[in-house]
């Protein structure tokens, strides 16, 4: 039997986007979450957050990996432009999880978040699994910019890769992996809620309860508060209660903190393009 995992969501126009260009699946009986974010206007963008979420869930229910159901919905939004449904030049962003047994995978393609949330060490640590595919991101991985300074940046919202893009035939598609131990979450969101609050602001917010319920609700409201302008998806998803404890006989640090993983590649791509200078 499959282990349960609870799970919260929860997606809003905003108080000043016209529409809702975000989509979100949860799909808890395939182990399947996704959080996507359309562009391209009223019409478009929600079209395209919508195949992806339908294109995602088709491809795994058919056993194709997570990664290659990204990648399939690339293509789904083209296709879907070039008959007919939504406009030329719509796109979106993607997040998704897929969870078997305790053991997780994601993937990601644009800015749209995972992190993981482990409210039992050192009063509450928030960890960013993914990696944006951004301008500004870009500028933090070679020095010229810092967090902080990204954060304000007038070019902040450039996405490097997406989903559509019509002059990409394969986008980047970006993947981790881990396994998600007792008392552990994984938070899945679309820029509107980090454009708003940076990971400071959302640890005090998952703090606050550990109803993951709650939590989603607060998180939103506050964007909501704070007249974020863009759309706002957020879903958590925690361990299962009969999860394995962290750190048990076996565990490398590895899988105990998968974006080590994302951290070190970073690190390794840099040396190596230092060294070819």
Known sequence: MASEHPYASRSETGPVAEHNEDRVLARPERGLWVVADGMGGHEAGEIASEVVIEAIEEAVAEGRSLAEAVQYSHHAIKYAAENGRGAAGMGSTVVALRLQGHDYELAWVGDSRAYLWEPEVDGGRLTQLSH??????????????????????????????????????????????????????????????????????????????????????????????????????????????????AGEAGDSPWQRHPALLVAGGILLLAALGLALL
Request: glycine content about 6%; aromatic content about 2%; some cysteine.
């Open 132 to 245: 944006d595919h951004s301008f500004v991101q870009r500028l933090v991985d070679t020095g010229s910019l810092t967090d902080a300074e990204a954060r304000v940046h007038p070019h902040r919202n450039i996405i490097t890769q997406s989903l559509g893009a019509v002059d990409i035939d394969k986008v980047d598609v970006a993947t981790a992996r881990g396994r998600l131990y007792r008392g552990q979450h994984i938070l899945l969101c679309s820029d509107g809620l980090t454009d708003v609050l940076d990971d400071a602001e959302l640890r005090d917010f998952l703090r606050h309860s550990t109803d993951i319920q709650r939590q989603v609700d607060e998180l939103v409201a506050e964007v909501v508060r704070r007249e974020g302008r863009d759309n706002v998806s957020v879903q958590v998803v925690s361990a299962a209660p009969d999860a394995p404890p």
